[in-house]
């Protein structure tokens, strides 16, 4: 049974306020926390990428591959994530994603 793109929206955004909780526990100095936050994010992209494709081409467009690598990054070179590089993922691009993801779900409904 496939999912709806609706359902879908709903695990990224699920996994994006998991996210959030794991931030107010701590910064990712603290390598649990670190490690929690990078799972949901990796989570959360993983949910958009099972969306039909032409829903994620028209809410992120050419911003999709760069999404999708950071997802890469963290599961496929856990060992060596770069704190800065998911700090300032967290602080700069999570906030227009979240956004975006908001504003589709609620389009879809």
């Known amino acids: 049974m496939s999912r709806s793109d609706r359902e879908l929206l709903a695990d990224a955004l699920g996994h994006l306020e998991v996210l959030r ?3 107010a526990r701590g910064d990712l100095d603290d390598q649990t926390v670190a490690d929690a936050v990078c799972l949901r994010l ?5 949910a958009v990428a099972s969306m039909s494709s032409d829903v994620r081409a028209d809410a992120f467009g ?3 591959p760069l ?6 990054r963290i ?3 856990y060992a060596f994530i770069d704190r800065n590089m998911i700090e300032a993922t967290i ?3 999570l906030p227009g994603f979240e956004a975006t ?5 609620g389009k879809l409904s």
């Open 21 to 23: 909780s794991h931030q």
């Open 42 to 46: 990796a989570a959360a992209v993983e």
């Open 62 to 64: 050419e911003e999709w």
């Open 67 to 72: 999404i999708w690598a950071t997802r890469n």
């Open 75 to 77: 599961a496929h070179g």
């Open 91 to 93: 602080d700069k691009d």
């Open 101 to 105: 993801l908001r504003r589709l779900f």
